[in-house]
């Protein structure tokens, strides 16, 4: 495994799922992704589920190989931190585009480009665009509900009992 250092110029981000929280660095490189110190096949083990929703966001942008990501993960399960990792990295995209590649869209570009032309135009869409379309932006807000008084569990009521 390389050993990956975080440089001045990368771009910093966290993400969340359910308990798990990650803090993730960018930088140009070869496609290296290290989460906890470990590759993220290494990591995420043989299940290739989760290792996919990881790289999700390069594959929707086709930038796959372009970044090197620097992960740190913790709480909750594997599933989450998956999924936290994923929210992180597009969140760090998102910020490449706007401070690197100056591709902000403001509401009103599209506006004037959509009245000067009656035509059919092909609009391509930007990164954060296309990463919000997906829900890769968005924090699942879904969490474990709390077991309440009364109840066995969450939601389990005690057996009723007629006499």
């Not at 620097?70 to 599933?79: D, E, L, M, S």
Request: proline share 2%; aromatic share 8%; glycine share 8%.
């Amino acid at each position: 495994m390389t050993k990956l250092k975080v440089s001045k110029d990368a771009i910093y981000a966290t993400g969340g799922r359910k308990e798990a929280t990650s803090r993730v660095y960018m930088q140009k490189g070869k496609g290296n992704i290290i989460i906890n110190g470990k590759t993220a096949q290494d990591y995420f083990g043989e299940q290739t589920l989760w290792f996919d929703a990881v790289v999700d966001p390069f594959k929707l942008l086709e930038q796959e190989g372009n970044f090197d990501c620097i992960c740190f993960v913790k709480g909750g399960g594997v599933t989450g931190q998956a999924d936290a990792v994923r929210h992180g990295i597009s969140k760090c995209l998102d910020i490449f585009e706007k401070t690197v590649l100056n591709r902000a869209v403001t509401s009103n570009d599209q506006e004037e480009s959509s009245e000067e032309s009656d035509d059919t135009v092909e609009v391509t869409l930007t990164w954060r665009q296309k990463l919000r379309k997906k829900g890769y932006l968005t924090r699942d807000p879904r969490a474990v509900l709390r077991k309440r008084v009364g109840y066995v569990k969450a939601r389990k009521k005690p057996q009723y009992s007629k006499r």
